[in-house]
């Protein structure tokens, strides 16, 4: 993809109507393990603690993340970026701005990651993120996943 300058990219909050974009990123992302689209429908619509938020490039959209603000902790549910437009530095921008929004009330925010994972690891470690520890079986193929956290103050 071509770098797009930060101009072009907007971030905003995730409706209802943007949930059959994100399912068609989430699916391309996450083949073995995606979410339903009654999941996205639940967490906009009947989930008081969840935030989520897309990243837009026109009419497109081309990354989104999800979390959830629990009293003073957050937790990363989701992010994923757009085949097409990885390693350009979308998803650390979409990973600073939910930082920042998360720290206005929160002050530590976690996540979980495949320990093959090197691409998002690499961006966690890079934000700020410690390992916490390994939560065993988390995933639904049986793998195992890295705990990863970070002081929001
Ligand atoms: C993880 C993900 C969100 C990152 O989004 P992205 O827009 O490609 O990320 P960025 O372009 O901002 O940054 C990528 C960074 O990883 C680095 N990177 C790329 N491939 C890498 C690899 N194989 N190993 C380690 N680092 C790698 C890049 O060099 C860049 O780091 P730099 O800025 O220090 O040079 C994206 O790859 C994605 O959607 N993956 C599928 C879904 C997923 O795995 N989500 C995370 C679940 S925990």
Request: net charge negative; charged share 25%.
């Amino acid at each position: 993809m071509e770098k797009q300058s930060n101009q072009d990219l907007k971030i905003r909050k995730m409706t209802s109507d943007d949930v059959l974009k994100v399912y068609d990123i989430e699916k391309q992302s996450f083949s073995n393990s995606s979410w339903s689209l009654e999941a996205f429908y639940h967490e906009l619509e009947k989930n008081e603690f969840a935030h989520y938020f897309v990243v837009t490039l026109g009419e497109d959209i081309i990354a989104y993340c999800g979390l959830w603000l629990v009293i003073d902790q957050a937790q990363i549910t989701t992010i994923s970026v757009n085949k097409n437009y990885r390693n350009s530095g979308i998803g650390q921008l979409l990973l600073k701005y939910v930082m920042n929004f998360a720290s206005e009330t929160c002050t530590t925010m976690s996540l979980e990651v495949r320990l093959e994972n090197d691409t998002a690891r690499h961006i966690y470690e890079k934000a700020g993120f410690k390992y916490g520890g390994i939560r065993k079986n988390y995933y639904g193929d049986g793998e195992d996943a890295k705990v990863m956290w970070v002081s929001l103050k």
